[in-house]
């Protein structure tokens, strides 16, 4: 009897088109946004402090964040893929309501307990982010890698779907990768001599589950 199955998914630039942050930053702090962008470049600041000095600099209530959110745009094959019924979980960087928000637009809705991200509380304006899953070098904001080793250790054949530096060590560990096509991942799978499936779309994933099932 095969293993069960799990996928674990990145939200931005995997799933979304746009990154969210950086969609709510254009929005409401484009200055902010370019100096916080270039302090994280030059490795001043980690990913971790550019989410929350970001997040937490905006004046808006959660009902403008939300409308904001419709800027962001997804792969719309990914409902073929959550229609699929296949065991998935969101692990992003960024936030839950990021997330949520935005897949809402396209008939999703996901259960609290299936996206892995940090969370965000509006008191009116004032917006704060907290980190449940803080990776140990608090560098990320959330360990994927940990997600991975989790379901690992319960079992389950991990495949993870990403395209950046935040999913480099869950790509390490996972059994499996799907990496956006065109994406710095792809480099780093190379480099690191690391099987993986460059894709286009999340039909292409469904399409290769398809094939290695009929073999």
């Known amino acids: 009897m095969s293993k069960k199955l799990i996928f674990l998914i990145d939200f931005d630039i995997t799933i979304s088109k746009r990154d969210s942050t950086d969609t709510l930053l ?97 008191d009116e304006n004032k917006i704060t982010v907290s980190f449940p899953y803080l990776d140990k070098e608090q560098y990320y904001g959330v360990d994927k890698k940990e997600a991975v080793q989790k379901y690992k250790d319960e079992g389950y054949t991990v495949y993870f779907v990403g395209d950046g530096p935040s999913d480099y060590r869950a790509i390490e560990v996972a059994d499996f990768s799907f990496v956006r096509k065109g994406t710095r991942a792809i480099k780093f799978c190379q480099e690191n001599e690391i099987d993986f499936f460059e894709f286009k779309n999340f039909d292409e994933i469904l399409n290769y589950l398809k094939k290695q099932e009929s073999k």
């Open 26 to 122: 254009s929005v409401y702090q484009p200055e902010l946004k370019a100096d916080i962008r270039k302090k994280y470049r030059s490795g001043e600041i980690t990913m971790k402090e550019y989410l929350q000095t970001g997040i937490e600099s905006l004046n808006i209530t959660k009902e403008e964040f939300l409308e904001t959110l419709k800027l962001v745009g997804i792969d719309e094959t990914f409902v073929d893929f959550v229609k699929s019924g296949i065991e998935f979980k969101i692990v992003s960087a960024g936030t839950k309501l990021n997330i949520s928000g935005v897949l809402r637009n396209y008939g999703i809705d996901l259960n609290e307990d299936e996206i892995i991200s940090n969370d965000i509380k509006f």
